[in-house]
């Protein structure tokens, strides 16, 4: 694999740091910045929602860029927004720095995968991208504990300054690696994006994405403040186990996407939406019980993720009946999907604890996760429905060959 790969690598490990990283750190910013637990949480929302807008509209608005260009681009305003977070003086700055990164955060993704496949043959293509996308699962296992011990001990500051040095790296390893004669595929309009949108059966799977998403966020995003008030965790120990969490989903996202391979993808979203709910409210049980908090993280960690290959998997199936003219498309809307999921989760969450407590949010998450178990539910009735129809419509046609 070519160095460039790596330096792409590094882009995604930085990025989803900074994504996740301020789970960890809900606590700390609250009490730095004289706010609310909930207000705290809103830094989630809000980097979601940069994301779930940015991916389709700047991808669109920037698909004729030359892509070196637009890829240094986005790592610098990555690395700006991060440096503005950590000079950031107040709340409505560092709001206002996690809208900046997220708007990268989608594009990057969208463009990185074009750039991974050229840098290698065809043969290799599907290895550049899982190369590129290990960045985001050593992120979770690696960098936001560490992230999240940096800011406990230095400072919250701290913490975004040590990712906008990954991002200065980042961008200094890209200029320096990738070249710059790389050809991007044709930009998927603004109005082929809403044609996709216009599709009942993907919009069914981009709300069980949202939701299944979603329901594991309402809690997670509060999971700091659980295990320190409820669980009785001190501050310096969230980080190690952030870190069993982040172990946990690579874990589950290998897994996840070996059972969709074996059973199919909406059976095996039926089993892990099924297990995700019925750990989150077992959450609400052994929260108050250390070791039982930590081995209940371990086991949701692996099920939040889990659900990722199949999603995938399946808005990718269905675009192929539905929208066989804007597959990707499709699922790169499936990735604005999990940040809206994200969003939703986080900002639902801080109302639960705003009104009913920090230990509302887990089964409340259950419940939203059993929402996302019966559409997709449905869904499978549906797909069900529709072979049959096709049988059917295929039998009289038989029946005159005879």
């Known amino acids: 694999m070519p160095l460039a790969l790596w330096a792409l690598a590094l882009s995604a490990f930085a990025i989803g740091t900074t994504e996740f990283v301020i789970v960890g750190l809900v606590p700390t910013i609250a009490s730095s910045l004289h706010v609310s637990v909930p207000s705290a949480g809103l830094l989630v929302t809000m980097y979601a929602l940069g994301v779930a807008v940015g991916a389709p509209v700047l991808t669109a608005l920037t698909g004729r ?9 986005l790592m610098a305003l990555f690395t700006a927004g991060n440096l503005l977070a950590w000079m950031a003086p107040g709340y409505g700055a560092l709001m206002a720095a996690r809208v ?7 594009v990057f993704f969208s463009i990185g995968s074009t750039i991974a496949t050229s840098l290698v043959p065809k043969e ?4 550049a991208i899982a190369l590129m996308f290990s960045g985001l699962t050593v992120a979770l296992v690696t960098g936001v504990p560490l992230g999240t011990f940096i800011g406990q001990t230095f400072g919250w500051q701290a913490t975004f300054l040590a990712v906008a040095l990954l991002g200065a790296i980042a961008v200094a390893g890209s200029w320096r690696l990738i070249p710059a004669n790389i ?122 993720f889990g659900s990722v290959p199949g999603l995938q998997v399946y808005v990718v199936r269905r675009a192929e009946q539905d929208a066989p003219q804007a597959v990707d498309v499709a699922s790169g809307l499936n990735i604005a999907a999990f940040n809206v999921g994200i969003a939703i989760g986080a900002s639902g969450g801080g109302l ?23 559409l997709t539910t449905l869904s499978g009735r549906l797909d069900r429905a529709e072979k049959a129809d096709r049988r059917c419509a295929a039998s009289p046609v038989t029946m005159a060959g005879m």
Not at 100 to 106: I, K, P, R, V
């Open 65 to 73: 860029l030359p892509r070196k260009a637009l890829l240094l681009g």
């Open 100 to 106: 900046l990164t997220g708007l990268t955060h989608g």
């Open 124 to 127: 290799k293509a599907a290895s």
């Open 183 to 304: 050809r991007g595929s044709a930009p998927a309009p603004l109005r082929t994006q809403l044609a996709v949108l216009r599709q009942p059966r993907l919009l069914l799977v981009y709300a069980m994405t949202a939701l299944g998403y979603g329901g594991s966020f309402t809690a997670f995003t509060f999971l700091a403040p659980i295990l320190q008030e409820v669980s009785g965790f001190p501050a310096a120990s969230v980080g190690l186990v952030m870190l069993v969490y982040g172990v946990s989903v690579a874990i589950g996202n290998i897994a996840g996407g070996k059972l969709a391979d074996r059973v199919g993808p909406v059976r095996a979203l039926q089993w892990v939406f099924a297990a995700l709910a019925l750990v989150l409210l077992v959450l609400t049980f052994t929260a108050p019980h250390r070791w039982l908090a930590v081995a209940t993280v371990l086991l949701w960690g692996g099920f939040a």
């Open 352 to 374: 639960v604890v705003a009104h009913l407590g920090l230990m509302a949010t887990p089964w409340i998450g259950a419940l939203v996760v059993l929402g996302a178990l019966a």
